[in-house]
């Protein structure tokens, strides 16, 4: 098990951009694909955007592909969810999650085994 702590978050004006951080111990964060989910009030949570274990694959939903950027930095246990042209449909409580997996990039909430607190991202119109 992996424990996670984001980062970075909180409130930007329309066309504002925020980088969130995803801090990673206790486990092997290498051999994990991690993702950045998120969950706007009274709406189910959604995959933004993921990364396999070795950074070369990733998976963005559509509405944030050209904006947001997921990389991750294995020498520092640290994953990272660069997120630029914010829209009002952004605000959301963004999670990291870890997926015990080196063979693909999951994208179903329950392929994630850990998750940390969360982080909220408010863009106001």
Request: proline share 3%; net charge neutral.
């Amino acid at each position: 098990q992996v424990q996670l702590v984001e980062s970075g978050g909180g409130l930007v004006q329309t066309g504002g951009s925020l980088r969130l951080s995803c801090a990673a111990s206790g486990g092997a964060f290498s051999d994990y694909a991690m993702g950045w989910f998120r969950q706007a009030p009274g709406k189910e949570r959604e995959l933004a955007a993921a990364i396999s274990y070795h950074g070369t694959v990733t998976y963005y939903l559509t509405s944030v592909k050209g904006r947001f950027t997921i990389s991750r930095d294995n020498a520092e246990n640290t994953v990272y969810l660069q997120m630029n042209n914010l829209k009002p449909d952004d605000t959301a409580v963004y999670y990291c999650a870890a997926a015990h997996t080196r063979v693909t990039v999951p994208r179903l909430v329950g392929d994630y085994a850990d998750w940390g607190p969360g982080t909220q991202v408010t863009v106001s119109s």
